[in-house]
């Protein structure tokens, strides 16, 4: 069974830096996508980034490019998400996903967290 947590999220200013983390555990990843999404109240659950688990290629939601990095330690097994220049429309509670169907930016994975909530204050 596939478990992911996240960890890392937290209040901060507009203009300063958070790191996501997301420990997975319970399969072999190396033919999984790896995703965040987050979702802010009375939205959709929208796409932030994905990582290819064996090579490592990313994405990115093009409201975040240039701001987030999304990152894979194959050792520790943990999916990172660093952001930086955050803006208060990047509130939500951020989700770490997984799915081995190669699916990127839908929201259409098998595997979800529990979320952890990120508050930018303007």
């Known amino acids: 069974q596939v478990q992911l947590v996240e960890s890392g999220g937290g209040l901060v200013q507009a203009g300063g830096s958070l790191r996501l983390s997301c420990a997975a555990s319970?399969?072999?990843?190396?033919?999984?996508?790896m995703g965040w999404f987050r979702q802010a109240p009375g939205k959709e659950r929208e796409f932030v980034a994905a990582?290819?688990?064996?090579?490592?290629?990313?994405y990115y939601a093009d409201s975040v490019k240039g701001r987030f990095t999304i990152s894979r330690d194959k050792a520790k097994n943990t999916v990172d998400l660093q952001m930086n220049s955050l803006k208060p429309e990047d509130t939500a509670v951020y989700y770490c996903?997984?799915?081995?169907?190669?699916?990127?930016?839908?929201?259409?994975?098998?595997?979800w967290g529990q979320g952890t909530q990120v508050t930018v204050s303007s």
């Open positions: 990582i290819t688990w064996s090579i490592g290629t990313k």
């Open positions: 319970g399969r072999t990843f190396s033919r999984f996508v």
């Open positions: 996903a997984a799915n081995s169907r190669g699916v990127i930016s839908t929201p259409l994975y098998d595997y």
